[in-house]
């Protein structure tokens, strides 16, 4: 059975950088698409990027420029490196084994004015 295992969360200023690291054991890791997603307080989760396997990746727009997402098939863990972080970036982040209902279990982000 394949585990997500999500780090790197913390509080930060506004204008602050985190990176947060997503480990997935029990699978090929390397020929699956992963995927990072967010959810804010009271609001619906939503995409935040997506890395395929030859390491194409697509951002949702509010995150391009600011986020890059990146991954490491030897060490079966996928990168999310946050910059120029917002009060509105503030939220639970999960990383997803695309096309799957497998989850993390998530990491909080907390950024503050």
């Known amino acids: 059975q394949v585990q997500l295992v999500e780090s790197g969360g913390g509080l930060v200023q506004a204008g602050g950088s985190l990176r947060l690291s997503c480990v997935a054991s029990?699978?090929?890791?390397?020929?699956?698409?992963m995927g990072w997603y967010r959810q804010a307080p009271g609001k619906q989760r939503e995409l935040v990027a997506i890395?395929?396997?030859?390491?194409?990746?697509n951002y949702a727009d509010s995150m391009k420029g600011r986020f890059t997402i990146s991954r490491d098939n030897a060490k079966n863990t996928v990168y999310l490196q946050m910059n120029s972080l917002k009060p509105e970036d503030t939220a639970i982040y999960y990383c997803?084994?695309?096309?799957?209902?497998?989850w993390g279990q998530g990491t909080q982000v907390t950024v503050s004015s």
């Open positions: 029990g699978s090929t890791f390397s020929s699956n698409t």
């Open positions: 890395i395929r396997r030859g390491g194409y990746t």
């Open positions: 997803r084994l695309s096309g799957t209902a497998i």
